[in-house]
């Protein structure tokens, strides 16, 4: 039996860094049994690949007038907020939370409803070509696990977290601190024993106002102790970080809270980081933090407008987050227009054109960058030799699809129309670590 599994000839879009878009033409990718990229070269390499590794020709797909990228990566979404995409957008967050976002979370306590409800958003994320998405679940243990067993029955890749909130928070969706670390060092351990490695856990307070200081130290002991993730959300909103300072006068800043529970080091991602200030950029620079800028969200609940470009500069990792519902959108396609959108409202802002972001690094943005920024880019994000084959085979020509194509256009007018015009019916396969998921 040949160790290769899979062949794709054609087109391949991929980055190497933000400013390393590669186009590889007329080259051919091969996936081996364990669902990593074996080999990717060009096609006049073929006939010695095929004596190599004594793969059969029937095996080969040819892209065609398509094209290979890497799979998405969402570096931020809420899977119980999915309910409400779409609506509730006339509130900016602190009203928001408390109209629509609490009650429609504080309905996952029953179990039937959590499996409805995720089961629809991950399979909708696959659709779309999401094939990694870091969530934010709710306080509810029981409907957690159903997340983590519903993105390993589909096959997608997925980080996730059981929120924590103790404080500041309605009567029928809080918890103890004692429920909260209790229920947190049980997910982490319900993770840890999946049979696969495709779901990882991590440590998610949901924001500072709604964790008091001693959860915040319990959670950074847990994460420290078992070496995880840790997930948040800062600065996202002015009154949000007016009162953090009121709740933490003793802090510096609102990252300085969290630096100081043990909550902000090289494996945190951290939700959008508007309003950050010199010193808590630096200090994110200084600890290897990460931000998911989430430019749909910003936009709905009327947050701001990130200067994106300003934290790339300071070799910041930056990874893109749909924000569900936040967001209105879950396309993580929508999300690079908007990120690109952001960059053009800022430098009109600023009068200067260096913060704009083009497609190239919207798209590196959403897939290399979210990997790195969720630390995943060791095995995800692009097509780098046995990092595992997560990738999308994308047609343009499509009955009934979102945009035309023309003879004149070459494949990389193509790939530029996908980026801007495109949605699911442009996605013919998806892929998650070597094996077919659509």
């Given at each position: ?51 190599r ?23 931020h979404a ?15 967050l ?12 504080s ?20 659709q ?5 998405t ?94 995880l ?33 043990g ?11 508007i ?11 200084k ?36 924000d ?67 990738a ?22 193509r ?23 659509k």
């Amino acid at each position: 039996m040949s160790l290769i599994t899979k062949v794709f000839k054609g087109d391949f879009f991929h980055t190497l860094g933000l400013k390393k878009f590669q186009h590889l033409s007329n080259h051919v990718l091969g996936v081996n049994l364990y669902g990593k990229i074996e080999f990717l070269k060009p096609i006049s390499e073929l006939d010695e690949l095929r004596n190599r590794y004594k793969f059969q020709e029937s095996i080969i797909k040819d892209l065609g007038n398509g094209f290979m990228v890497p799979g998405f990566v969402d570096a931020h979404a809420h899977a119980p907020q999915s309910v409400n995409v779409g609506l509730g957008t006339d509130l900016p967050l602190l009203d928001w939370l408390i109209k629509y976002t609490f009650p429609t979370e504080s309905k996952f306590q029953e179990a039937d409803y959590a499996n409805l409800v995720y089961s629809r958003f991950v399979k909708r994320n696959l659709q779309q070509g999401t094939t990694t998405t870091c969530y934010f679940g709710t306080i509810h243990l029981d409907s957690c696990k159903i997340l983590v067993d519903l993105c390993t029955k589909y096959g997608q890749r997925a980080i996730i977290g059981k929120v924590n909130m103790n404080r500041n928070s309605p009567d029928n969706y809080i918890e103890t601190t004692s429920d909260s670390i209790r229920d947190t060092e049980a997910f982490v351990e319900y993770v840890k024993n999946q049979p696969t490695d495709l779901v990882e856990p991590i440590i998610t307070p949901r924001f500072v106002p709604t964790c008091d200081p001693d959860l915040m130290y319990q959670l950074g002991e847990i994460a420290k102790k078992n070496d995880l993730r840790i997930q948040s959300h800062v600065s996202e909103n002015k009154d949000e970080v007016a009162w953090v300072k009121d709740l933490h006068p003793e802090c510096k800043s609102y990252s300085d809270v969290y630096y100081k529970h043990g909550l902000l080091n090289d494996k945190t991602i951290m939700a959008h980081g508007i309003y950050l200030t010199d010193e808590e950029r630096k200090l994110y620079q200084k600890v290897g933090a990460s931000i998911a800028h989430c430019a749909n969200s910003n936009f709905t609940l009327s947050s701001g407008c990130l200067n994106l470009r300003q934290l790339l500069d300071m070799g910041i990792k930056v990874g893109l987050g749909t924000d569900v519902s936040g967001g209105y959108a879950s396309s993580m396609l929508q999300c690079i227009r908007d990120t690109i959108i952001c960059s053009k409202a800022k430098s009109f802002e600023t009068q200067d054109k260096h913060n704009e972001i083009d497609f190239r690094e919207g798209f590196h943005l959403a897939t290399l960058g979210s990997a790195k920024s969720i630390g995943l880019d060791h095995k995800i994000g692009n097509f780098e030799l046995y990092k595992h084959f997560d990738a999308l085979w994308v047609k343009t020509d499509v009955e009934n699809g979102p945009f035309d194509s023309f003879n004149t256009d070459s494949i990389e007018d193509r790939f530029q129309k996908w980026i801007y015009l495109g949605d699911d019916r442009n996605i013919h396969k998806t892929f998650v670590n070597g094996k077919q998921v659509k």
